[in-house]
């Protein structure tokens, strides 16, 4: 079947051959570039709005103080995965999650940038540190991470797959209204599938980064105290000198 076989289209240089999710993909990537140029120009109001709701997504899902750095990452993730999940609605056109291989590089992505923010906001021994604290846990943490890797993958592939697949087969039965309908129930899937994965990002992120600004936290608060107790003892130092003098 179409939905699940995915061909050579060409090959590059002759020697890498690109196939229809790498195509789709390219495809996807000019839509979401043409949308931005007409919205820029055409409605810039509504360009801010979509702004607007993407922070608002990721204030609700991060538990952080600044949000501004995860931004970019994970607002590209939302847009670029909406468009590739809704894309396959146009006829003639597959979507690029339908592909393990797509989703999976997805998660690499997701994963990495994970340990990536997580280090540059604790540094890389101090991440590592708490990455691998007790030293028992550290091959627990390992397979955490592959298992989340795949949870990602898996989870989108097989949700895009699925609603492509059902509407491909109904509309092989029932050419008529029905195939609409299902359309209109993969098209919320997508949506779905678009927003979940990147409060799951945010989420994963947040957790990330939120064990640093904890100790910041702590190691103002120790400060504070020093600064306090030495406060202190410098007033009972003035005041047992006052109360010795005649």
Known sequence: MDVIEHPII???FGIFPIRDTVVYTWITMGIIVALILIL???????????????????????????LHPYIPLLGSLMVFTLISNLISIVPGMKSPTSDINLTIALAIIVVLSVHIYGMIKKG?????????????????????QFSRTLSLSMRLFGN???????????FSIIPYLLPIALTAV?????????????????????????????????????????????????IRKDMANGESKP
């Open 40 to 66: 820029k120009v055409l409605k810039p109001n509504l360009l801010e709005y979509i702004l607007e709701m993407i922070i608002s997504i990721l204030d609700d899902a991060m538990d952080v103080d600044d």
């Open 124 to 144: 890389v021994w101090g991440y590592l540190k708490d990455f691998a604290t007790p030293i028992i846990m550290f091959p627990i943490e390992l397979i955490g």
């Open 10 to 12: 060409f090959t590059l």
């Open 160 to 170: 895009i797959l699925s609603g492509d697949l059902i509407v491909a087969i109904v």
């Open 186 to 234: 993969t098209m919320v899937s997508g949506v779905l599938q678009a927003f979940v994965l990147t409060t799951l990002a945010a989420l994963f992120i947040s957790a990330a980064v939120e064990i640093n600004e904890e100790d910041s936290v702590m190691k103002t608060a120790g400060k504070k105290t020093s600064i306090k107790k030495l406060f202190d003892r410098k």
